[in-house]
């Protein structure tokens, strides 16, 4: 990319497109050399286009042209203009039909978008510019065509032809060839194009909708695979059903068909009738996936087949609105997640995931609003931001219209916009116009990038018995704006008023009761000035606010809580999600103590005030078991991290263990009482959430105990490994004795890592948390034990989910091994990101995150981090996807 700097895409540029495809014939040869593609296009002038000369600009990369023709007639050499990504016809009729015939080379394909060979197979992934690797076509998602797709391939080699919508023929043909074609009666974008080719099985089963349509469904893996399909199954007809029941969403299609794919740059894809899927997020059973894969599994089907409404039937004008349909899909399937399973645990786990890496993002050189104004990749802009903030602000939306609004909302969206391409006006408008609420200072939250903190003061005057609470909101400097250039956002603050006996009523003066809650205890405060007090009345005592309730709005919120004030919400207050949080406050307030006293060379005693609370938890059986595993969870590196001005590597990696060590030992009673009442007992596995909840309990229960000083504590683990049913407590156990610093646990680690890959050796997903588990190991020699995991057979970079667990790991979740001071986890880190580079650029420029980070941390390590993005940064060949990262990262040094 040195001779010519990408190019910057604006959305103030927006112009809706000169022409239109009406219909798209694909006739796709594969072969073992090459793949030909016959593409057949039924073209016309937009009659909305200013330009009624334009020329016909087709996108088109990395293919060869070898026939073009206008309605029957070949288009000369001379009449058309080949570049590297476009092809350009100057003179055309206003409609006609536009035959081109191109070949490409899937099996060299490693950036995996595209058409590209998995293996045995052929597929693809056209989200969001990869259709234009296959055909000349005008690649954007405001163009939307009705496609049919003809497939030839040998027979006995991939006897599975398949493609969006309905098959219409299929029949033999010489030379041991066959063909089938499909046809999609819906129109749709090139991105939700898909094709299969390939030696799959497959499982059926049918699903009978609300208008009583019989819809087969179908989920393609390899043979092997079979025994893990049944769950992804049950979470595809739970979340049908799901749709049909909360949002009046039926499916639309007779057929319904999941594809699982080994190599794979995401999740999964939502193309229509045709979703892909990563393995990691299809395919799971007790024996090989843990509880979080699980969970993925039924999270991402649902997310895909949510997409067939939100997204595929109306889909996005332009990749600038990208959070129409991903933030409204991540809260659907939030939602539904949170239904099938426990719905705090589900709020904690989203909520944790973007405070520490959302937030992250937003501090950082790639910070950008929940609508991006511009991009160089678009590629890179399927962040967190984009999707979880995203998510939140739709959640927001919810929030302040109410369930029943919300649903009149969504339904005036997709009714008006059925089969179309919208704006994200275009969805605040429906909800607007359904509620009568006005969101014209909400919209903020779309184009002001960065995390608005809200500092809150309170008075209680005892006489009149009024509780004042004065909210004040600012957001930080960002790339594209900096904290006085951003206007006041519109934040739901959900609070609670918490008394010595429980919640109180709430009386917002000059307000109606909300009546959320029978009691009047809940209330949805809305902060839209920079400044804004609220008086509460008929207060018998000094309450303890509880602020941002649920978690209402994705902002920090700053109230100067005494400790005792934490552990009463722990204790009390009827909101799951607050209690949590009011854990994490204590036990980060505890952990930073901790830091000092390890800055200063000070020994550090556990505040006594976590220890008893923790006791109080774990002692009391009338709990929920799934709070009580997740408040004994200690905040993560990486949330420390992101909340420290300055990153302290040793200290928070430090401190952090030493709470645990001695809460370990403070606790050793209660926490091997909970192990051992969980262990053990001969039940059927199940994925309910109390099954989960046990599980989880029983794990961190052992962790704790194999970082404390029970002499049992290593025997425990080891049973634990050896007795397993399921991989969740496999896996468990593995990483308990692979951290452990204990004399005895480095011989038994290496044994039970080598037991493992002996038994799991021939399951690739398996095989993968043996490498995660190896390189979250936190003791010295890290980099070390990944750079040998490098050369094992169970390691091949051009697969994006190895890279993810051993390199994607190391460099974000092993932070006292990856920032070692003497910058070799950096270095490592570019050396790999210039070998992804080359193969896969979407993959290259994720991995960089942690290098992006470098503004946080100490100037040694900042330079050391810098000197290794320069070193990217001279790179002859960057594509377009590592530049952006790299660059924006170093803007301003
Ligand atoms: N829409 C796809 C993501 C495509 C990413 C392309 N780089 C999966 C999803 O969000 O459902
Ligand atoms: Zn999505």
Redesign the pocket.
């Known amino acids: 990319m040195k001779d010519a700097q990408p190019k910057t895409i604006y959305l103030k540029d927006y112009r809706s497109p000169d022409f239109l495809i009406d219909k798209t014939d694909l006739h796709v040869v594969l072969t073992d050399d090459v793949t030909c593609v016959t593409a057949t296009l039924q073209v016309r002038r937009n009659p909305a286009t200013e330009n009624k000369q334009a020329p016909l600009v087709l996108n088109g990369q990395d293919m060869i042209l070898k026939d073009v023709s206008i309605d029957g007639c070949p288009v000369q050499n001379s009449q058309y203009v080949l570049s590297p990504e476009t092809l350009t016809i100057n003179e055309v009729p206003d409609a006609f039909a536009l035959k081109t015939v191109c070949e490409i080379k899937p099996q060299e394909n490693t950036s995996l978008e595209g058409l590209y060979r998995s293996r045995t197979m052929y597929c693809t992934q056209c ?2 510019e990869g259709f234009r690797k296959i055909t000349y076509y005008l690649d954007r998602p405001d163009v939307l065509s009705e496609f049919t797709t003809t497939i030839v391939a040998d027979k006995a080699q991939f006897p599975v032809l398949l493609s969006n919508g309905n098959l219409i023929d299929k029949g033999e043909l010489d030379n041991g060839q066959h063909f089938a074609s499909w046809h999609d009666p819906f129109k749709k974008p090139a991105y939700l194009f898909a094709l299969v080719a390939g030696d799959l099985s497959v499982i059926e089963d049918t699903f009978v909708t609300c208008s009583n349509r019989t819809i087969d469904l179908k989920i393609f893996v390899e043979e092997k695979d079979l025994d893990k399909c049944d769950h992804a199954m049950a979470s595809l007809k739970n979340a049908m059903r799901w749709d049909e029941e909360v949002y009046g969403r039926e499916y639309d299609l007779d057929i319904f068909m999941i594809v699982a794919v080994d190599d794979f ?6 193309n229509k009738g045709l979703n892909i899927f990563n393995t990691s997020c299809v395919l799971a059973k007790p024996e090989t996936t843990t509880d979080m894969g699980f969970q993925r599994v039924e999270g991402v089907v649902a ?2 087949y949510f ?1 067939n409404w939100s997204g595929n039937r109306v889909t996005c004008r332009d990749w600038f609105q990208l959070s129409l349909k ?1 933030g409204f899909t991540v809260f659907r399937d939030a939602e539904f997640s949170a239904d099938m399973g426990s719905r705090t645990v589900k709020r904690v786990e989203d909520v944790s995931l973007l405070r520490t890496l959302q937030f992250a993002e937003d501090a950082g050189p790639m910070a950008h609003p929940v609508r991006p104004p511009s991009f160089i990749e678009i ?1 890179n802009f ?1 962040t967190l931001t984009v999707y979880e903030k995203g998510a939140e602000v739709v959640r927001m939306i919810h929030t302040l219209l109410g369930a029943e609004k919300f649903r009149q909302g969504s339904d005036l969206y997709f009714e008006r916009h059925d089969g179309e391409a919208a704006t994200i006006e275009n969805f605040v408008a429906a909800m607007e116009d359904a509620s009568g609420r006005d969101l014209s200072q909400f919209t903020r939250w779309y184009s002001q990038a960065g995390t608005p903190r809200i500092t809150a003061k309170d008075s209680y005057d005892e006489a009149s018995g009024i509780y004042q609470l004065t909210l004040t909101q600012s957001c930080p400097d960002t790339p594209e704006a900096t904290t006085e250039e951003k206007q006041p956002f519109h934040i739901p603050v959900a609070i609670g008023l918490l008394g010595d006996a429980g919640n109180l009523a709430i009386h917002l003066q000059g307000t109606e009761p909300d009546h959320d809650t029978p009691d009047n205890t809940h209330k949805v405060l809305e902060l839209t000035q920079a400044e804004q007090t609220f008086s509460f009345e008929k207060l018998p005592e000094r309450p303890i606010p509880v602020l941002l309730r649920g978690f209402s709005a994705p902002v920090k919120l700053e109230f100067d809580y005494s400790r005792e004030q934490l552990t009463a919400i722990m204790s009390r207050d009827d909101d799951g999600y607050s209690r949590w949080d009011a854990c994490q406050k204590l036990a980060v307030a505890v952990i930073h103590d901790a830091m000092q006293a390890y800055r200063s060379g000070q020994p550090y005693i556990v505040d006594t005030l976590l220890a008893e609370a923790y006791r109080t938890i774990l002692n009391d059986s009338s709990l929920d078991q799934a709070m009580v595993a997740l408040m004994l969870q200690l905040p993560s590196e990486a949330y420390l991290s992101e909340i420290a001005d300055v990153v302290d590597v040793e200290a928070i990696h430090f401190a952090r263990q030493d709470v645990r060590k001695q809460l370990a030992v403070a606790l050793e009673a209660e926490l091997l009482h909970t192990y051992n009442s969980l262990t053990g007992k001969d039940k059927p596995f199940s994925t309910s959430a109390e099954a989960v909840a046990e599980r989880s309990l029983k794990n961190i229960a052992l962790s704790y105990l194999v970082h404390g000083e029970a002499s049992s504590a290593l025997a425990l683990a080891q049973q634990q490994l050896q007795s397993a049913t399921n991989m969740t407590d496999e896996i468990s156990a593995l990483s308990v004795l692979v951290n452990s610093d204990s004399e005895a646990a480095p011989a038994m680690a290496q044994q039970a890592l080598a037991d493992f890959f002996t038994r799991w050796q021939h399951e690739a997903l398996v095989v993968n948390q043996w490498l995660v588990a190896q390189a979250n190991c936190v003791l010295p020699e890290g980099l070390e034990r990944v750079k040998t995991l490098m050369q094992h057979e169970a390691f091949d970079i051009k697969n994006p989910n190895k890279v993810r667990s051993l390199i994607g790991a190391f460099c974000n979740n092993n932070a006292i091994n990856f920032h070692h001071a003497d910058g070799a986890g950096y270095e490592f880190l570019a050396d790999q990101i210039i070998t992804l580079n080359e193969l896969n650029p ?1 993959i290259a420029a994720r991995q960089l995150t942690p290098l992006t980070k470098w503004r946080k941390y100490d100037e040694s390590r900042q330079a050391l981090m810098c000197k290794a993005l320069e070193r990217i940064l001279a790179e002859p060949a960057l594509s377009k996807d590592v530049y952006e990262v790299v660059s924006k990262s170093l803007k301003g040094k």
């Open positions: 989200e969001a740059n995401m999740g999964a894809m939502e997310h895909e997409h991903e590629s399927y979407q």
